[in-house]
């Protein structure tokens, strides 16, 4: 080989080397900038959560509150902890589809989700309005890893701290982005409903699962 046959194998290396560095570079900082504008998401979803909450409190009414032909469940339903690691206990919720059986805990905070669900916003539990609870997506016995196995027309138990429990029918599925907050809403027209969020794999979108109260 000539030495100017070496020279142009020496630079297509060179031109290889740098064109790997940028390919590398180019993909390090889009991994960032992903990060940074998916915490930048997760902050805003915060803050407009604390508003929406705010904007749209609702009065519990216990004259409201009926069992509505779920005497089966009303009889073992009352004896549930007040408390989960010194964390207030707001009501039980139940899911025979995903053999889920849990605890509400009174408000989220980075420190709760990691116990169990948590109250995000909305009424008492079964109070008028919409009742927003979030969990994590861990797959274990308290948390909402398997709530993307639900369908329409599956069942949903929820029982307050007296005993009250009220039968919820899962009416909608759908995913959203963390700022996308009309989930949230507590327009209901008077009526009860429960909406249970989690994230999807990846954390990049929320899993919506909203329900309605059963009337027989």
Same mark, same amino acid.
């Given at each position: 080989?000539?030495?100017?046959?070496k020279?142009?194998?020496?630079?297509?290396?060179?031109?290889?080397i740098?064109?790997?560095?940028?390919?590398?570079?180019i993909?390090?900082?889009?991994f960032?900038?992903?990060?940074k504008?998916?915490?930048?998401?997760?902050?805003?979803?915060?803050?407009?959560?604390?508003?929406e909450?705010?904007?749209?409190?609702?009065?519990? !009414?216990?004259? +409201?509150? $009926?069992?509505?032909?779920?005497?089966?469940?009303?009889? *073992?339903? =009352? #004896?549930?902890?007040?408390?989960?690691?010194?964390?207030?206990?707001?009501?039980?919720?139940?899911i025979?589809?995903?053999?889920?059986?849990?605890?509400?805990?009174?408000e989220?905070?980075?420190?709760t989700?990691n116990?169990s669900?948590?109250?995000?916003?909305g009424?008492?539990?079964?109070?008028?309005?919409?009742?927003?609870?979030t969990?994590?997506?861990?797959?274990?016995?308290?948390?909402?890893?398997?709530?993307?196995?639900?369908?329409n027309?599956?069942?949903?138990?929820?029982?307050?701290?007296k005993g !009250?429990?009220? +039968?919820? $029918?899962v009416?909608d599925?759908?995913?959203?982005?963390? *700022?996308? =907050? #009309?989930c949230?809403s507590?327009?209901?027209?008077?009526?009860?409903?429960?909406?249970?969020?989690?994230?999807?794999?990846?954390?990049?979108?929320?899993?919506?699962v909203?329900a309605?109260?059963?009337?027989?």
């Amino acid at each position: 080989m000539n030495l100017k046959s070496k020279v142009i194998v020496i630079n297509n290396i060179k031109t290889k080397i740098i064109l790997l560095v940028a390919i590398i570079f180019i993909f390090v900082f889009t991994f960032l900038s992903i990060n940074k504008d998916n915490k930048s998401i997760n902050t805003n979803h915060s803050n407009l959560i604390v508003e929406e909450c705010l904007a749209n409190k609702e009065e519990y !009414n216990e004259e +409201k509150i $009926i069992t509505n032909n779920n005497e089966e469940h009303n009889k *073992n339903n =009352i #004896d549930f902890p007040k408390e989960i690691e010194g964390i207030e206990v707001v009501g039980k919720l139940e899911i025979p589809k995903i053999n889920l059986t849990t605890y509400m805990l009174a408000e989220t905070t980075k420190e709760t989700l990691n116990k169990s669900v948590t109250k995000l916003c909305g009424p008492k539990v079964n109070g008028v309005g919409n009742l927003c609870v979030t969990g994590h997506n861990y797959h274990n016995d308290k948390m909402f890893g398997n709530l993307k196995k639900l369908e329409n027309g599956d069942d949903i138990y929820v029982t307050d701290m007296k005993g !009250n429990t009220i +039968k919820y $029918i899962v009416q909608d599925m759908y995913k959203v982005y963390p *700022n996308e =907050i #009309d989930c949230l809403s507590q327009e209901t027209n008077g009526e009860r409903q429960i909406t249970l969020i989690t994230c999807t794999t990846g954390a990049i979108k929320r899993l919506i699962v909203k329900a309605i109260e059963f009337y027989d």
